[in-house]
RNA sequence: GUGGCCGUAGCUCAGGUGGUUAGAGUGCCAGGUCGUGGCCCUGGAGGUCGGGGGUUCAAGUCCCCUCGGUCACCCCA
């Protein structure tokens, strides 16, 4: 537990506080990804952060994420609620809720949260962006959601990273694979241990992803989930590969992907990082979850999504060295600070005219002495001083310093705002400095 | 949940085999230049050495516990 001075107040294990300037950075990306989103014509869903633990139930009895990881707990009414640990259960509950019309298409950012000891790139609170469509059966869709998050990792600057597609089969031939999968495992269950022997029996696809060399080595005999797709699956898949060939997206099949969640159909995929070295290199990955609706109680709606955790994405970037804070932060560049020499007050008018113009513009506080003020001016990364000085009052007028290029000039009073205001509208015209 | 490594100013780190008032760089504040920033010089503030217990004449240093960080397993974004 911890005691109340030395650990109760700082952030909790796994989690993180985000500071300027690295928190313009992450409002720099979800901008991107709504942006791209709405250009592919999926809107915003906000969903709440916790639900009724059922919703999440349906994520699957025998995965890690509900057993033993989900943030759950009663609340003063008696409800079982858990803090969402991923973010398809939500949205899919929220469509089977308010039934809107098909196709639905909607994307989300949004902490997610899981009780897991942390590492480097796994957080108990992390943060996903992500899409949802619903009501498409259509492999185009497959397509179309994989193009988005590719074009999205492309757009940060992104090179170093792997697309794994599979199939997981259909409610028809998934039962067949497992069974036959099931059949040849176990009579290795013994000499593997009890927690390989519980898997086998519990979720036995999800021994395909192991990394335990022995069990490696005994699955690449193993039946493969491609050989026991049904037609339609089948076809389904390959128009899906087809249709990535045909946007030149690269990909490569690997048949023993299975995903940690167990609503998945069909499509699965992933996308690694080789810029991330530790284990945690999925810097994305989502699926086909074509009953997932109606096991909660909708109607039969075929769906398909992904969500992609930001925080791997950022430890990517800065591995690849795209998409810095210095380059592309949001919200940290000034275009004025005011350097006040008289102390009259007449900052504060002057502050709040630019700011209702559009300017963007700070000062020092407190008295502080010029130098000072020079300084904090310097440091804030402002385009622009506004000097408030004896000699310019006295002609009605103010001081206005490039603190790029040193230039500097005097302005009178009643131009500065809207000048300013120009300067902003019409920025930095290009090489011409001077 | 299991195991390895690590924990000294806000930050990055020095502090052989225990030994007086725990240091540097950087950042912060002030001054040199009470109207001109970035460079330079001077000064200042800032530490219960993660916390607790133990060994010892003496612990930042050795031992135990605990909290936190990190890495791996597991799992996943």
């Known amino acids: ?72 707990f009663e609340d003063k009414g008696g409800r079982a609620i858990a803090l969402r640990p991923e973010g398809t259960a939500p949205v899919v509950r929220a469509y089977v809720q308010h039934r809107p019309p098909s196709p639905w ?18 957080y108990r609170q992390h943060f996903q962006v992500g899409v949802e469509a619903l009501g498409v059966d259509d492999p185009d869709i497959d397509v179309e959601v994989i193009a988005l998050a590719h ?45 390989f022997a519980q898997r086998v029996e519990d979720n036995p696809l999800r021994v395909l992803d192991s990394k335990n060399p022995e069990v490696q080595a005994l699955v690449a005999d193993a039946p493969k ?94 591995a690849e060295g795209v998409f810095a804070t210095g380059d592309v932060a949001l919200g940290a560049t ?26 963007a513009a700070d000062r020092a506080y407190g008295g502080k002495s010029v130098k000072a003020q020079w300084k904090a001016a310097d440091r804030s990364g402002a385009r622009f001083a506004v000097i408030l000085g004896r000699e310019e009052a006295a002609a009605d007028s103010v001081g206005l310093k490039d603190l790029g290029s040193g230039e500097q000039h005097t302005v009178p009073r009643a131009e500065i705002v809207p000048r300013l205001a120009d300067t902003r509208n019409a920025p930095r015209q290009e090489g011409t400095t001077r």
Request: glycine share 12%.
């Open 1 to 72: 537990m911890p005691s109340e001075t030395q650990d109760a107040f700082r952030a909790p294990v796994g989690t993180h506080d985000i500071l300027p300037p690295e928190s313009g950075r992450w409002a720099a990306l979800v901008a991107a990804f709504a942006r791209r989103a709405a250009n592919y014509g999926y809107g915003l869903v906000i969903t709440p952060i916790f639900e009724h633990r059922e919703v999440f139930a349906r994520v699957g009895d025998s995965t890690d994420v509900v057993r033993k990881e989900m943030y759950d």
């Open 105 to 122: 298409k909607v994307w989300y950012a949004a902490p997610n949260f899981r009780y897991e000891r942390p590492q480097k790139g796994r």
């Open 151 to 195: 074009g999205f990792y492309t757009g940060l600057g992104l090179r170093r990273f792997r697309l794994l597609v599979n199939s997981m089969g259909d409610a028809g031939s998934r039962p067949r694979y497992r069974d036959a999968l099931q059949s040849f495992l176990r009579p290795h269950a013994e000499r593997l241990g009890p927690e």
């Open 225 to 318: 989930l491609v050989d026991y797709l049904g037609d339609e699956s089948r076809d389904h898949f390959e128009r899906v590969q087809a249709g990535l060939t045909a946007l030149g997206i690269a990909f490569e099949v690997e048949p023993r992907m299975v995903r940690g969640f167990d609503y998945y159909t069909r499509t699965v995929f992933e996308f690694q990082s080789d810029a991330l070295d530790g284990a945690q290199n999925a810097i994305g990955g989502g699926g086909r979850y074509d009953t997932f609706a109606e096991e909660m109680g909708g109607p039969p709606t075929p769906g398909i999504g992904f969500g992609l955790g930001v925080e791997r994405i950022l430890i990517a970037c800065d």
């Open 334 to 359: 000034l275009d004025a600070f005011i350097v006040d020499m008289l102390g009259d007050g007449s900052s504060v008018a002057l502050l709040e005219e630019l700011r209702a113009a559009g300017v």
